[in-house]
């Protein structure tokens, strides 16, 4: 099953964030299902923006707790080894954005060049990858 942001921003209950509600009960019953959740990446980097925007927790909080909760089940990432690259990225330098950690990793990853005028991601960028 794909798991949209609602449902994984319902099971995300650090320090009360997410009260018992219908929209929680639903995805607890998704979870229990003995299927997995599938999480897109589209579905990661909103999840990453309405944690931190709408429940005002810290980029590196939230790098670090989608870490955790994404590598157990039901939970299952569309590429694990790109995803939890990118949340440890985050949660080690919170002023990249999460798209860019993606972008930093993924280029890692394949060795293609990141073209970008974000400066710290450039600088980032030439930390991560030998030339």
Same mark, same amino acid.
């Given at each position: 099953?794909?798991?949209?942001?609602?449902?994984? $921003? #319902?099971?995300?209950?650090?320090?009360?964030?997410? =009260?018992?509600?219908?929209?929680?009960?639903? #995805?607890?019953?998704?979870?229990? /299902?003995?299927? /997995?959740?599938?999480?897109?990446?589209? $579905?990661? @980097?909103?999840?990453?923006? @309405?944690l931190t925007a709408r429940f005002r927790l810290t980029i590196a909080r939230v790098a670090e707790v989608l870490?955790?909760?994404? /590598?157990?089940?039901?939970?299952?990432?569309?590429?694990?080894?790109?995803? #939890?690259? #990118?949340?440890?990225?985050?949660?080690?330098?919170?002023?990249?954005? $999460?798209?860019?950690?993606?972008l930093l990793e993924r280029s890692l990853a394949s060795g293609e060049p990141l073209v970008t005028f974000d %400066?710290? =991601? %450039?600088?980032?960028?030439?930390?991560?990858?030998?030339?």
């Open positions: 099953m794909l798991a949209d942001t609602n449902v994984i $921003v #319902a099971l995300f209950d650090v320090g009360g964030t997410c =009260a018992h509600t219908e929209a929680r009960a639903l #995805a607890e019953k998704a979870a229990a /299902s003995g299927e /997995s959740l599938m999480v897109t990446e589209g $579905v990661l @980097v909103e999840c990453v923006w @309405v870490a955790e909760m994404l /590598s157990t089940a039901p939970f299952e990432l569309w590429d694990e080894r790109l995803g #939890a690259a #990118a949340l440890r990225l985050m949660a080690a330098e919170p002023r990249l954005d $999460v798209v860019d950690c993606l %400066r710290l =991601a %450039r600088r980032i960028g030439d930390e991560l990858v030998e030339i």
